[in-house]
């Protein structure tokens, strides 16, 4: 039962468009959702996180948006930037002691 | 500085020789969490442990072990290697359950 899902496996921008990261969920008790970067060779760093009692967080070019009616969750990241390049993971947490994390959206942000 | 490290980072190994992937945090963090990396597959809980002689499963346990005998460490055990056990492993630690902070990571070929 995956209960966090990234659907798209991969994203293509040019740089200094806006990347769109998207993810659903099926739990409707997390209590909090974060994205999590993640570069080639080195473990995930935290990026972005949001209440479940907020719709949106922003912190400089990164926005997450959460619409708990759709159990949905997006991460824009505007302009896109060579450097975002990288694999992006969803996760919610606080219903259980487990951390459930999405399978990971790899954008690549072409110069 | 602040940082949670594991070793080895990279290890070839036969199945069924025992094997233990150390993880330390210096941070004083209660939670701790060991998770593997697959294609397609994202970011998997092995076990989490939410303070000393405290550990409890993830969604992927099986062929696992680990312990919690100090609160900085928290190592992972594979007591008689698998080849589907080759993987990506990333140990992660937290005050909470909200913000990880991840080893780089150690890469495990069982032939």
């Known amino acids: 039962d995956q209960q966090v899902k990234q659907n798209s496996p991969s994203l293509s921008v040019q740089e200094g468009r806006i990347s769109i990261l998207n993810c659903d969920y099926t739990?409707?008790?997390?209590?909090?959702f974060l994205w999590y970067k993640k570069y080639p060779a080195e473990g995930p760093t935290f990026l972005i996180s949001?209440?479940?009692?907020?719709d949106k967080n922003e912190d400089g070019r990164f926005t997450v948006f959460l619409n708990k009616s759709a159990k949905h969750l997006s991460l824009h990241i505007v302009p896109s930037q060579p450097g975002d390049s990288a694999v992006y993971f969803c996760?919610?947490?606080?219903?259980?002691?487990?951390?459930?994390f999405g399978t990971g959206t790899l954008l690549a942000v072409q110069p | 500085e602040a940082q949670v490290t594991q070793n080895p980072r990279y290890l070839i190994t036969v199945t069924g020789k025992k094997l233990t992937v150390t993880c330390s945090q210096n941070m004083n963090h209660e939670y701790m969490s060991w998770y593997r990396q697959d294609p397609g597959l994202g970011l998997r809980q092995i076990y989490y442990s939410m303070n000393v002689e405290v550990t409890d499963k993830g969604d992927v346990p099986e062929g696992y072990k680990v312990s919690r005998k100090e609160k900085r460490n928290f190592p992972l055990i594979l007591e008689s290697p698998s080849p589907n056990q080759t993987s990506l492993y990333f140990c992660?630690?937290?005050?909470?359950?909200?913000?990880?902070?991840f080893g780089p990571g150690t890469r495990l070929l069982v032939l």
């Open positions: 992660a630690s937290s005050t909470g359950q909200e913000t990880q902070y």
């Open positions: 996760h919610g947490g606080g219903a259980t002691n487990k951390l459930i």
């Open positions: 739990n409707s008790m997390f209590d909090y």
């Open positions: 949001i209440s479940s009692i907020k």
